[in-house]
């Protein structure tokens, strides 16, 4: 493919990590001020959620004129494409840590339960980690960093969703002052555990720029 | 598909609109009607060119793009009647009084088949120049080897300027005339299919070269090739029965054109 081509392919793909940093940096501020109570914190990664979205729909934009203009084939082909189909994973991914710091707002002055919340910071920071990974696995086409990050999450992050939940099922059985919380810290885990599978779907897509293969890790 | 509302609430034609104070035009056309003997040819085609922009005229055969082009430099005199204005730089040029070769040597023409002289590269390049009385060894070597470089051939002939144009290969030819084109000093370069005789490898490296070109010139070409102008050209215009239908920014015409029949014919369901 000719120079322009490749020029505008460059441009894509740095717009495509800006928006991966810009989701990390948005997954990292939720699990942080959910942890710290710090609602400041939880705003800003709420009004940030329209870069996040204006950037996807650019991306989309381009890819889009890209596929329609140069008609790519091969490599070219899986560039444009693994974008196209992992920016949608990232832009969710971004919800869901906007949901993350809408709860942070959401608990302030309800009853808490410490316990619970060490896990959940525990879970939110390597929710973090493994979506960094898996942002810099795309980054560098690196399909085997992309299968071990998928394979060493799993199995960790759903351990962690139950250690949230059945502590929580149990405090709603014996306290009903605690349901309101109790509900909060299922939608967290369970929004931190939807970042962590879109995490998986970027590996996959890693895989796909890489090798051209389609491939369900987990 | 679809549905009827939608249909008819698109337009039938669509120019694009420049913003007179921001865009610097080289070229434009109005009222243009081409007629060969009795018979219209060509109408409905108010255009016009920016600046240091390449546009792609696409179009089905016998839509009129290629009758269009060779009006622009009048070479189509004395083969049809031209009625209406051709503005190159603010002046009409489709006027009795005007010199044909002024117009010429400002809006040069590369045509489909690579046609070179039969004479050496350098007196290819340098013909128009000598006919025009300069004669000047200096002058002439380094025209040649300014537009050879321009068209990005330099490298490949500089050892061979004075074998035969005739046994350069397709790729090369072609962008021999290119530089036989840009040794007269052009301001426009019209391209009537250029890279239809060339392989995919002679066609990439003959749209690099009017990438680089279209920095110091205009660049209006005529291409069958629809990825060619969806890749190559800032603007494209869409030509359908001797008339311009559609006019717009080349990333729009191949997204979302504004009429159903450029759509139609971009995507490959026409007629």
Redesign the interface.
Known sequence: M????DEEIITLKADFMKLGALVGEAVNSAGQAFVDHDTEKANAVITNDHDINHLQIHIEKRS??MI????PVTGDLREVVGILKAVTDLERAGDHARNVARSVVEIKGKQRIASVEEIIATMAQEVSEQYDDSIESYGDADKDKAKKTAQLYDKKIDQLYNDIASPSYQAMAKNPEIVSSAIIYLNVAKDLGRVSDYSTNICEWTVYLATGKIIELN | MQNTTELNNKPKRFIYDFNPEETEITMETKNLEIYYGKSLAMQNADLKFEKNTITALIGPSGSGKSTFLRSLNRMNDGIATVKGEILYQGVNINQPKIDVYEVRRRIGMVFQRPNPFAKSIYDNVTFALQRRGVHDKKTLDRVVETTLKQAAVWDQVKDSLNKSALSLSGGQAQRVCIARALAVQPDVLLLDEPASALDPVST?QL??TL?ELKKDYTIIIVTHNM?QA??LSDYTVFFNMGEAIEYNK??KV??RPKVQMTDDYVSGNFG
């Not at chain 1, 000719?2 to 081509?5: E, I, L, Q, T, Y």
Request: no cysteine; proline share 0%; hydrophobic share 40%.
């Open positions: 000719g120079k322009v081509f889009f004129e329609a203009l140069y008609q | 990439q749209e690099a990438r990825q969806a890749r080349t990333r191949f997204t």
